[in-house]
């Protein structure tokens, strides 16, 4: 398909497609964010895609994941995700590891030559992890923040984490993030404060990422399941994608 990224080219010039052709981008966590993340992506014309997701689709992914759909259910993410992109561009290279990401695996899925990664985690020691580490790797990392439990994506917006503000996962990151010695995030994040219903919000405050060292959290390490919606994760991918690739073509 030689014309599949002419109307890219248009906007970003034939050096800057160049620029996304020869880059590698991770996608860790596939879920709302993360799948649209790669999506986006694949179509802005990125030529390597690393993706990072343990999980199989269930059925309460199709209401807000892309790839999800009664087809897909119980076939893994990573899968059904690298099937997505080769469709849209067959000569992406696309790496599909289906693992979480953690102490015994971080070194090896976070790697010296990235271009970029994306942290689409829902756990939140991870996502720590992940970001001390891509900072020690010098490698260029975007975070998002709490989309669960929203309904407004106009709300939606890209800082550092300690620019942030009504996001209770992104008080939680930058209190543990300024205790660990890291003076910047790159993070997409939302002012809408948590919806949901009484129980939801009494049972955890950090919209079902809860770290259980944390003393100051009610539910004692109990993970809530947050409510989601089709277009609010959805929009936190899009614009991390939208990070990376004006990361990149150096916009």
């Given amino acids: ?73 119980g076939r893994p993410k990573v899968e059904v995700m ?7 561009n067959p000569a992406a290279r696309v790496e599909a590891l289906q693992e979480t990401f953690g102490p015994d695996t971080a070194a090896r899925l976070l790697r010296p030559g990235l271009s970029y990664a994306i942290d689409a985690i829902d756990t939140l020691s991870a996502k720590i992890d992940l970001a001390l580490r891509a900072n020690a ?40 993030l300024k205790r660990l010695g890291l003076d910047h995030l790159t993070v997409v994040y939302s002012k809408e404060k948590p919806l949901g219903t009484a129980e939801a919000m009494d049972a955890c405050r950090h919209e079902g990422i809860c770290p259980k060292d944390d003393v100051d959290c009610p539910c004692e390490g109990y993970r809530a399941a947050p409510g989601s919606v089709s277009f609010v994760p959805p929009a936190f991918g899009l614009i991390a994608a939208s990070v990376v690739v004006r990361g990149l073509v150096g916009r």
Avoid: H, W
């Fill in 1 to 73: 398909m030689p014309d599949a990224f002419s109307r890219t080219a248009l906007l970003i010039g034939s050096e800057g497609l160049a620029r996304l052709e020869a880059s590698t981008v991770a996608v860790f966590g596939l879920g709302g964010v993360g799948s649209y993340a790669a999506e986006a992506l694949a179509r802005a014309g990125v030529g390597g895609l690393v993706l990072i997701d343990n999980a199989s689709i269930g059925p309460t992914n199709i209401n807000r994941q892309i790839i999800a759909a009664r087809s897909t259910v």
């Fill in 137 to 176: 790797l010098g490698i260029p990392l975007v975070s998002a923040m709490g989309a669960g439990n929203k309904l407004d994506p106009t709300r939606i917006e890209v800082a550092d984490i300690y620019e942030t503000s009504v996001c209770p996962l992104a008080r939680v990151m930058r209190r543990e």
């Fill in 82 to 88: 690298r099937e997505r992109i080769f469709d849209i």
